[in-house]
């Protein structure tokens, strides 16, 4: 059909219009969807610390065992310094007891079987014959109280001697479980990583998170009177929740905040395995108000100062194991990577420091 010359002149109008001004027809386009909340750690489907269930347990069984062997050792070798200096007193009271009893025994040999049967006969009076049996039973009791000492001191030798022995032997078998403790750990996180198609190995990534760390030594935890850590359960109030955690824990928590590590913490949490929920774990976030991205700047060195200083308290606070920014510090091995399964920032541990007690 033709245009009339009027439809054709406002229909070209039309077509220059358009061309000129650029427009365009578009088929409408769906909103934006909105961003996905972060996960707070806990929240992405894993077992709560980045890992599965078999890793952290094999990891606490691993670590707990490696420190407790390590203690062990510890007092073994302080019990070997102090048998050494009791056997080198016994060694020195030992020469002189000899001494004693060997001049007893010279004084009997040289006055002969009948020498007190003699002195008793040749006395010149009743009186004189009491004093000589006073000074002979005298001489017996001596003797008799000599040689008991030398026996004793003997005995005594004898038995701190093999008290050194068991305690080398004991630290010789302290070394063995430590050996395969560290083993443990190491290996379980080895297959982790493989699983989780991580590029990093379970080698060690270096002595410390950079970034420095606090310098001060926290106040210890109550031990027991042979050096060991008390057992304890989830007995005390959570102040970052409305659940429970362990003495231990709130201590090292308090020691914490005191050196100025004041950002946002969360501690129990009910999850499938870890220390969460039996009170004897606590996140600390790097960023001050919560748990946020991959921790940068400022967050990431306070983060970094964290770390160190739960390492560095780890004997005196009765630190498990550091997880932080895709790593894992062990008792046994010092830092390890950690691949976290959720591959996010709270499984990654790239926005919290994670910090598990004994």
Not at 11 to 35: M, N, Y
Not at 52 to 79: M, N
Not at 260 to 282: D, L, T, V, Y
Not at 324 to 329: F, N
Request: glycine share 10%; aromatic share 4%.
């Amino acid at each position: 059909m033709r245009l009339n010359p009027v439809r054709r002149r406002l229909a070209t109008a039309l077509a220059v219009l358009v061309a000129t001004s650029g427009l365009a027809l578009a088929a409408p386009q769906p909103a934006s969807a909105a961003p996905r909340p972060l996960a707070a750690p806990g929240d992405s489907g894993d077992d709560g610390e980045g890992g599965s269930q078999t890793l952290i347990k094999q990891l606490e069984a691993a670590s707990k065992g490696f420190v407790e062997a390590k203690e062990a050792l510890d007092r073994s070798k302080k019990r070997q310094q102090e048998l050494t200096a009791k056997l080198k007193q016994i060694d020195t009271e030992l020469g002189p007891r000899q001494a004693a009893l060997d001049d007893i025994v010279g004084k009997s040999y040289r006055t002969g079987r009948l020498g007190a049967m003699t002195a008793l006969i040749t006395a010149d009076s009743t009186r004189s014959m009491l004093d000589r049996a006073q000074t002979l039973e005298t001489i017996a009791v001596k003797q008799d109280r000599a040689l008991r000492d030398l026996k004793d001191s003997k005995a005594k030798q004898e038995q701190a001697k093999a008290a050194i022995d068991a305690a080398i032997s004991d630290q010789q078998r302290q070394l063995t479980v430590m050996a395969k403790r560290k083993s443990q750990a190491e290996n379980a996180l080895k297959v982790a990583n493989a699983a989780n198609g991580s590029s990093g190995s379970s080698s060690d990534d270096g002595g410390s998170t950079g970034g420095g760390g606090s310098s001060s030594l926290a106040a210890p935890a109550p031990r027991n009177s042979d050096g060991s850590l008390p057992s304890e359960s989830c007995s005390v109030n959570d102040p970052t929740t409305s659940g429970c955690i362990t003495p231990r824990t709130l201590h090292a928590m308090q020691e914490a905040k005191k050196d100025g590590f004041n950002h946002f913490i969360a501690c129990f949490r009910h999850q499938n395995s870890g220390e969460h929920p039996k009170g004897r774990a606590c996140d600390w976030a790097a960023d001050k108000g919560g748990f946020g991205g991959d921790a940068t700047g400022a967050s990431k060195d306070y983060g970094n100062r964290l770390a160190n200083y739960f390492i560095a308290n780890a004997s005196r606070l009765g630190v498990l194991y550091v997880i932080w920014y895709r790593r894992i510090w062990l008792p046994s091995s010092g830092w390890k990577s950690y691949s976290g399964a959720g591959g996010d920032p709270s499984s990654d541990h790239t926005n919290h420091v994670h910090l598990s007690m004994r």
